[in-house]
């Protein structure tokens, strides 16, 4: 048997996997269950190619992360085989923790973060595993003596970030999000213990930095975007409350199991671990398509609606709605809807996205000069992206 496997990846060409424990973590349903997750949610909506999957992206991070080791101990850092090894499989797990539709149903299902839940199911897997994920699992926790490490898996220059950049980007087309991930690659180092990047990588950091913050209101934040996640959210939330009444019958066991599931971040996360691993986009799809013929309006009308991709409308800008718009909005959607039900206000929803391209602060991306002194990125650059906070504000209504 060959010493490794090959799979074809259309971002980076041939991907090596060790056989292994690397390898049977990718064959582990619970890993192979990110398939039928997808990357980024309803985007398809606008970027018609954007159906890749969470399975995708964990194998082109670890793909940077092999290359990132092989660059690191060309420049004399030392990194142990075992240390080599916990640190792939910490970002080949990293999102494994990912519910349906990635990000957008987050919070909403169940009351804890993603990573929550893929540290759950690593400690889980550790168990299955004798405890061959020991120190993958103190390296995701950051707990492990050489942060850089930790760094290399969750920073603000990681191989997650590295991935969805060049992956988003070539899926939906959209050229601002290219990003010269090789180069960054070839230009980090650690000195005592920390992530740093060489003087000469500076503009490569910039052009990572500014690809990040066009991709999320280009891509991640684009308005069509949040108006199919904001609907996709609203049905569920109402499909939650009716069957937690009793008066709608959820049709997928996983997913039954799930809205069962307590409201409360007091119960550990290994209470729901085992249900959850069998939750992914083919429960909700199945769930939509379930309420086409719903006797509840509200729930057919938005399955209906996100099925056939009858999106609402969105105003979204940095200055809120007017009053009188507002006011506009309200009217037409009682017109439109009260007839139908006397809950028609929850059709519009109102709230802000704000994206943030670089974090000031402790974790600051540091820059190795040709002295040998360590500088701040922020004091190293005169770039407008330090520290930028852009925050717009959304209303999301059914179309007049």
């Given at each position: ?5 090959i ?33 980024l ?7 018609p ?11 082109g ?9 092989e660059?690191?101990r060309?420049?004399?850092v ?29 919070h ?30 103190s ?8 942060p850089f ?29 290219v990003i ?20 000469k990588?500076v503009?490569?950091?910039e ?5 990040r ?26 499909l939650?409350?009716?069957?937690r ?5 959820v049709t ?8 069962d ?5 007091s ?22 398509k ?9 729930l057919q009308?938005m399955?209906?609606?996100l099925?056939?991709?009858q ?17 506009e909005?309200r ?12 809950e ?7 709230g ?5 391209a670089?974090l ?25 992206i ?15």
């Open positions: 048997m060959a010493a490794h496997k799979f074809n990846d259309p971002v980076y060409g041939f991907i090596t996997i060790p056989r292994g424990i690397i390898m049977d973590l990718v064959e582990h349903p619970w890993f192979q269950r990110l398939r039928r997750i997808r990357q949610g309803m985007t398809d909506f606008v970027y190619g954007a159906l890749h999957t969470r399975f995708q992206h964990a194998l991070a670890l793909h940077l992360m092999q290359s990132t080791i660059v690191l060309s420049k004399d030392d990194i142990t085989p075992e240390e080599a090894e916990a640190v792939q499989i910490a970002i080949l797990l990293h999102d494994v923790g990912h519910g349906p539709f990635s990000h957008v149903l987050e909403n299902l169940l009351p804890y973060h993603h990573e929550e839940l893929s540290q759950a199911i690593m400690a889980e897997l550790n168990q299955q595993f004798a405890g061959r994920l020991d120190l993958a699992l390296i995701f926790a950051n707990t492990y003596p050489k490490l930790h760094q290399l898996v969750s920073g603000q220059l990681d191989m997650d970030r590295m991935d969805y950049l060049n992956r988003d980007s070539f899926f939906t087309g959209v050229h601002e999000g010269g991930y090789d180069r960054i690659v070839k230009m980090l180092s650690v000195v005592d213990g920390q992530l740093v990047v060489e003087e990588g503009y490569s950091i052009k990572f930095l500014i690809a913050r066009l991709m999320y209101w280009q891509v991640y934040l684009h308005k069509t975007v949040l108006s199919a996640e904001r609907m996709l959210i609203l049905v569920l939330e109402r939650a409350r009716l069957h009444e009793g008066s709608r019958v997928s066991r996983t997913l039954k199991a799930i809205l599931f307590p409201i409360d971040r119960l550990p996360v290994s209470s729901i671990l085992h249900e959850f691993v069998r939750l992914d986009d083919t429960d909700i799809v199945h769930e939509l379930d309420m086409r013929d719903s006797s509840d309006f509200l009308f399955a209906n609606a099925l056939d991709r999106l609402f409308k969105v105003y979204l800008d940095r200055q809120p709605p007017s009053a009188a718009f507002i006011e909005v009217e037409s959607t009682k017109t439109r809807f009260a007839q139908h039900t006397t028609w206000a929850s059709l519009i929803i109102s802000k996205e704000e994206s943030k670089y000031e602060g402790n974790d600051e991306i540091l820059i190795l000069k040709k002295s040998g002194k360590l500088v701040r990125y922020s004091d190293e650059t005169d770039s407008p330090r520290e930028r906070i852009t925050e717009k504000h959304f209303l999301i209504y059914p179309r007049m």
